[in-house]
C-alpha cells in the first residue's frame, strides 16, 4: 500500500494561485486512482478532484471546474492540483487520498476511499 504526504499549501491572496503536490511511497502508484478533497471549519470532507491512473481521465467538482487542474506524474510518484483563481471559500485542509478504483469519487463516502494523507491547509484572504 502506497503512504501519501502533501505540501504546497499556505496563505495566498483572493485571485492568486497555489499548486499542491502529494507525493506517494510504497509500490504500485501508478496503479491507484487519485484525487484531492477538502475540509472546511466546521464542514464534512468533500470531493474536489480526481485523475485515473493512466492520467487519462480527470473529472472535478462543481465548484472548482475551470479553477482547479488535477495533474500526475507517475515517474515521480506524485499528483498534483493546480489551482488559480483562488477564493476564500477554497480555503480548507486539503487532503490527497488514492484508490483502486477511478469511478463515483465524487458521490463515494470520503471513508471508502483506501489512502489519505495528512493533508495540507490553504487559506484565502480577501
Known amino acids: 500500500q502506497v503512504q501519501l504526504v502533501e505540501s504546497g499549501g499556505g496563505l495566498v491572496q483572493a485571485g492568486g494561485s497555489l499548486r499542491l503536490s502529494c507525493t506517494a511511497s510504497g509500490r504500485a502508484f501508478s496503479s491507484y486512482a487519485m484525487g484531492w478533497f477538502r475540509q472546511a471549519p466546521g464542514k464534512e470532507r468533500e470531493f474536489v478532484a480526481a485523475?485515473?491512473?493512466?492520467?487519462?481521465?480527470?473529472y472535478y467538482a462543481d465548484s472548482v471546474k475551470g479553477r482547479f487542474s488535477i495533474s500526475r506524474d507517475n515517474a515521480k510518484n506524485t499528483v498534483y492540483l493546480q489551482m488559480i483563481s483562488l477564493k476564500p471559500e477554497d480555503t480548507a485542509v486539503y487532503y490527497c487520498?488514492?484508490?483502486?478504483?477511478?469511478?463515483?469519487?465524487?458521490?463515494?463516502?470520503?471513508?471508502?476511499?483506501?489512502?489519505w494523507g495528512q493533508g495540507t491547509l490553504v487559506t484565502v484572504s480577501s
Open positions: 485523475i485515473r491512473w493512466s492520467g487519462g481521465r480527470t
Open positions: 487520498a488514492a484508490d483502486t478504483y477511478f469511478s463515483n469519487w465524487g458521490t463515494r463516502p470520503p471513508q471508502d476511499l483506501e489512502v
